[in-house]
């Protein structure tokens, strides 16, 4: 899977960008803030339908524009397909495939997949629980579209869920009811879907970390969920709803006594572990950094496996935050396949990069190999 095209509108910094991609590693350099980011972030919407960086969509809209384009080739083997999208500062964006418009952002899944590693991928070690239930399932979206539906089902009955609970008065329990059903079907199917991952996940992650330390640790994954009295693993997935169900029945008195959803995947936990002990407060700032890396490098290798064809591989100034046997060691095993990478600095030895590009205020200059 190649992004052969990548053309822009007022979007971010960018006037007028028509840039053409070739099949191996493009190199975007310059100083800071001048719009490296912002062509990786234009790549991975037309991914994800939303910014890695976590902003609107109406930041990423050109100051002074009411909208932005952006039109995206990509091919994947004989087959090549065409992304038009409209994002708007209000409103609803416009999206076309192959100039069929799309209903809903959702049936843009599975056009163009990413593996994006940026400075901040440390939070995945280091930050909440959220942070990484987030990994889990972007990346289960991104493999299989169909968990889009049973995370945004899952999201809208929480949220009806909840304001059913907090509302004035008594708590209409024969709605509350119909929303236990929900919550329980579509929660079901998320976790199951976590937990074969993870199972996949977890040798690739062993695997990554070994490569960029040099040294293989004792590292395990445990997906831990109160609801579940503790932990689950693949051996469980026929018995989550079942889980889920007797956990809803249980917490409904102290949840309209505290007038919120107490269970459920929104509160379950991936611990990472290194030697035994939690790598986010026990590991040293280097392991957490190989850890990230290696989440993102299993990610993309699962992905690849599941899918049959690599991502393309985005990399935001990642080699910034290395030090120097760590990056040589993500160069050394940086998956194959299309690479667009952003630095400021000095591209790191053993990156070969077929094409480097210097950005200077949102305008792109070819400088060669």
Known sequence: MNVAHLWLTDFRCYREVDLELGEGLTVFEGANAQGKTSLLEAVTWAATTKSFRGVPDSALVRDGSDRGVLRLEVTSGERTQLLEAEIRVAGRNRILVNHNPLARARELLGFLRVTVFAPDDL?????????RRDYLDDLLVSMAPRYEAARGDYEKVLRQRNAL????????????????????????????????????????????????ASAT????????AEWADGELDLADVGDVAGLL???????????????TTLV????DEWRLRLRGLEARTHASQGEQRTYALALRLAGHH????????????????????????????????????????????????????????????????????
């Open 123 to 131: 939070d995945l070690v280091k930050g909440s629980p959220a942070g």
């Open 217 to 224: 640790p004792e590292l395990e994954t445990r997906y831990e």
């Open 302 to 369: 699962t992905s690849c496996e599941v899918v049959g064809e690599d991502p393309v591989l985005l990399l935001d100034d990642v080699f910034s935050e290395l030090d120097a046997d760590r990056a040589a060691a993500l160069v050394k095993h940086l998956p194959s396949g299309q690479t667009l990478l952003t630095t400021a600095g000095v591209v790191p030895d053993g990156i070969e990069p077929e094409r480097r590009l210097r950005v200077v205020e949102g305008s792109l200059v070819d400088v060669g190999p």
């Open 264 to 267: 459920g995947p929104h509160r």
């Open 245 to 259: 169900e007797a956990a809803v029945v249980r917490a409904r008195p102290r949840e309209i006594e505290r007038r």
């Open 165 to 212: 609970l907090r509302g004035a008065g008594p708590v209409d329990l024969p709605t509350l009811d119909v929303f236990d059903l929900q919550l329980v079907a579509a929660g079901a199917e998320l976790v199951r879907g976590r937990l074969q991952l993870i199972d996949r996940l977890t040798p690739w992650i062993r695997s990554a970390y070994h490569d960029l």
